[in-house]
Each structure stands twice: as C-alpha cells, then as structure tokens.
C-alpha cells in the first residue's frame, strides 16, 4: 500500500513568486493535515481536511496561504505570493475517519520550501 | 495552551548505549494523549506511541520503552541497547486542546545521533 506522497520534495522559488505543494494522502483515508516546520522550530498545525471540507483552518498563517482538497482525494497548499518567512518544511498527514483511527497519524516526507 | 518542551537539541552516543530523550508537556485537558514521532533521515515522521493520561503504567516495546509521570508532567523515552539505525529526530507531542488526538502540538525535537 502507498504512503502518504509530497511533491515537490524541494522547491527554491523567489519572494513573490507562486508555489503549489501537493499531497496524495493513503487511499481511503479521509482526514487529510497540513503541517510545518520552520528551521529548527517545532512542527506546527496549519490545517484539517475532512474529505473536502475544510474542518479547522486555525493554523494557517496568513491569506496567502490556500489549502483545497479536490473531490476528498488529494490537496495542495498554495502560498502566493511567498515571503521569505513562508521557508521550512511542509508536511502533509492522513489518517481513517474515527471508528478506525487509532489515533496514529501517516506522514509524507514533507516538501521543503526555499523562498530567497 | 499546549506545550511540548524538549529540552535536548542534540544527543550523541555510542552504539549500545542507553539513552533517555525528554519531554515535558503543559496542557490544561484533563484527559488527553501523549505521543512521539520518529524522523529518520528519509524525513517523514513515523509514529511510535500513543498513551492516554488514563493510564500512568510504563510501555516497552522491545528495545523502547516510555516513562510517563503525571506528577511531573512528563513523557520519556529510553531507547536500550542503541543502534545505529536509530538515528533520527524524535518528536514528542500533545492534541491541540480540546481536539481529539490528531491536531497536534509538537515540541522541537531532539535529534539522537548514534556512532558505530
């Protein structure tokens, strides 16, 4: 069975510029997390998807960050446009609805943003 | 509000060595979880652990086990008998208050090198 997959894994892009991460979470899996890590910080929640709805968008930063889940199957986080802050790595994470879960949550490698 | 501390940035050992990684939570939820995450260098984050605040006995897992002390807020990790392929950053975290035991909050990381 596949992980959960990232893409890009890295991307260098420069201040004000557009940059659209996308993640496939593991088939079947309806909760779909945002994540981020800022160099050397902790990992912080930016977003919950449950299927498509967006079900807690607390963590996202700011309005140049835009999270859509397709159809409930894959997502993509798109900052526009980027500021030198927006730079770490993001992580996508999925996991079954309740009544399965576990609580464990899957990651993907996380894609790495580089905005110079 | 949650809080994760790890106070170790960085740990080095030699293989077969004992090391203890740890982690000091604040939350303010009466009932709730308590994780670690393993990052190895292929950069996803894979899970290790769950525990309920219900329930205050040590976990061992092989050459894992965790110590979780209520009184002090704590959740500690011993890792026996090191390897190498232990190498990683390990994370411990808390839910967000309030929300289950998905959206999380995360210390920093402490990141365990282990020499042959």
């Known amino acids: 069975e596949a992980g959960v997959t990232q893409f890009p894994s890295h991307s260098v892009i420069e201040k004000g510029q557009t940059v659209t991460l996308r993640c496939d979470p593991i088939?079947?899996?309806?909760?779909l997390y945002w994540y981020r890590r800022v160099m050397g910080k902790e990992i912080k929640f930016l977003l919950h998807f449950v299927k498509e709805s967006k079900q807690d968008e607390s963590g996202m930063p700011n309005n140049r960050f835009l999270a859509e889940r397709t159809g409930g199957t894959y997502s993509t986080l798109k900052v526009q446009p980027a500021e030198l802050e927006d730079s770490g790595v993001y992580f996508c994470?999925?996991?079954?609805?309740?009544?399965?879960?576990?609580?464990?949550?899957?990651f993907g490698e996380g894609s790495r943003l580089t905005v110079l | 509000a949650q809080k994760v501390t790890q106070a170790q940035t960085e740990i080095s050992v030699v293989e077969k060595e004992d090391v203890t990684l740890d982690c000091v939570y604040e939350t303010r939820d009466t009932t709730y979880y308590l994780f670690w995450y393993k990052q190895p260098p292929s950069g996803e984050l894979v899970f290790l652990i769950r525990r309920n605040s219900f329930d205050e006995q040590n976990e061992i897992s092989g050459r894992y086990s965790w110590n979780f002390q209520k009184s002090t807020s704590s959740f500690n990790f011993t890792i026996t008998a090191s390897q190498v392929v232990d190498s990683a950053v390990y994370f411990c975290a808390l839910p967000r208050q309030g929300t289950g035991f998905q959206k999380l909050v995360f210390g920093t990381g402490t990141r365990l090198l282990v020499s042959p």
């Open positions: 994470a999925s996991s079954p609805l309740t009544g399965t879960n576990t609580g464990e949550l899957f």
């Open positions: 088939s079947g899996h309806d909760n």
